[in-house]
Structure formats: structure tokens, C-alpha cells
């Protein structure tokens, strides 16, 4: 059972550099989102999507991009890192856009210089 | 705007002894309530939720008060132990939506 994947799971990059986040779940489900874990701030929602070609923002999106083109998958883009985005990632799945059991990858360690 | 407030955000207990772990929120809107549970290097996991229609869920020794006038809820350890050391986060939703707010987290160490 491989849940959800993401890819990879450390990256160091330069302010200015771009790079996606992989994530990929095959459990079917309908909702997937990307959450940004920093010290002291517990788990916050950058973007999230209810569905293939459905995508919406979160807490704290500024700085990324995502795209849903189909339901397995749910990258996101870092369109030019700052120091700021050094954070762990983690991206999360649900059976259905409802309250219920969010199943969470293992997270990608994205250090920018 | 921290909608879901988490205390405290360090706890050392012994084992046998009881883990508590305190959670405010401020939406009243919000009618699901878990508590996922973090080991290092590894992402969050579901531990135990509870609905607002009841006050107090309880699975094996892990159970969640919830005082709804009050706006908090609590997960309580029983009996905890060494493999319980961990980071616990309280989150909210609402209205069937899956957007959850996350609490800032507990890191829990039982020493023996």
C-alpha cells in the first residue's frame, strides 16, 4: 500500500531557483492539499483541491502554485524560492471533501539558501 | 488569526502517568474536531476525532473531552508510555469542509 508519495523527500535550493514538489496518492480520493509544517506554527494550509481541475488557496499560498490534472496527482510549484519557504511539506489526501481522516505523506525537507 | 490555540507546547511525563493536552478554538462554526498524531520523520497520522454532539470520546487509552460552551476540547493519555513520545496536534473543521486548521502542536516525551 503506497498511500500517499511525495518526492523528494530533501531539496536545497537557491533564493531565485524554481522547483516542484511531487505528490501522488492512489487511494482515489477527492481532496488532496499541501501543508507547510514550521516550528512553533503547527501545520498550515497552503493550497488545496476538491477534484481533478479544481484547485483553491489555503492559509498561506503566496509564493506557490499548484495544478490537479488528474486525481492521483498534486504538485506544487515553488515559482522563485526565498529563504521564507524553507519549511517541511507535507501533502495530504481524503477519501472525500467532507470532515473525515486526512492520510499524509512523509513529508519533503525543502531548505532554500 | 490562530483559530485553533494548543497548550502546552512542551510536556514530560512518566510512564503510567497521565498526558493532557489543552485546545481552544474560536469558530464556532466548526463541528469536527481530531487529533493527529506525529512521529519524527514521519507526516501526521489520525489518532482520534470527536463531533460536538458528544462530550467525550475514548479509544483504548486515548480519549477527547469536549466542553462546547467553553470552546475546548482535550486529548487525555492514560497509562502513558515510552512509544507514546511524539508531537500531538488538535485541529478543526467545518460545515462537511474539509479545510482543517491545525493547533501548533505538543511534543510529548514519556521517560520511563
Known amino acids: 500500500n503506497a498511500g500517499v508519495t511525495q518526492t523528494p523527500k530533501f531539496q536545497v535550493l537557491k533564493t531565485g531557483q524554481s522547483m516542484t514538489l511531487q505528490c501522488a496518492q492512489d487511494m482515489n480520493h477527492e481532496y488532496m492539499s499541501w501543508y507547510r509544517q514550521d516550528p512553533g506554527m503547527g501545520l498550515r494550509l497552503i493550497h488545496y483541491s476538491v477534484g481533478a481541475g479544481i484547485t483553491d488557496q489555503g492559509e498561506v499560498p503566496n509564493g506557490y502554485n499548484v495544478s490537479r490534472s488528474t486525481t492521483e496527482d498534486f504538485p506544487l510549484r515553488l515559482l522563485s524560492a526565498a529563504p521564507s519557504q524553507t519549511s517541511v511539506y507535507f501533502c495530504?489526501?481524503?477519501?472525500?471533501?467532507?470532515?473525515?481522516?486526512?492520510?499524509f505523506g512523509e513529508g519533503s525537507r525543502l531548505t532554500v539558501l | 488569526q490562530q483559530q485553533v490555540k494548543q497548550s502546552p507546547q512542551s510536556l514530560i511525563v512518566q510512564k503510567g502517568g497521565i498526558s493532557i493536552i489543552n485546545c481552544a478554538y474560536e469558530n464556532t462554526a466548526f463541528d469536527y474536531f481530531p487529533w493527529y498524531q506525529q512521529f519524527p520523520g514521519k507526516g501526521p497520522a489520525l489518532l482520534i476525532a470527536i463531533r460536538p454532539d458528544v462530550s467525550e470520546k475514548k479509544e483504548g487509552r486515548f480519549t477527547i473531552s469536549f466542553n462546547k460552551s467553553a470552546k475546548q476540547f482535550s486529548l487525555h493519555i492514560m497509562d502513558s508510555q515510552p512509544g507514546d513520545s511524539a508531537t500531538y496536534f488538535c485541529?478543526?473543521?467545518?460545515?462537511?469542509?474539509?479545510?482543517?486548521?491545525f493547533g501548533t502542536g505538543t511534543k510529548l516525551q514519556v521517560i520511563p
Open positions: 485541529a478543526a473543521s467545518h460545515g462537511g469542509y474539509q479545510k482543517v486548521t
Open positions: 495530504a489526501s481524503s477519501l472525500g471533501t467532507g470532515a473525515g481522516e486526512l492520510f
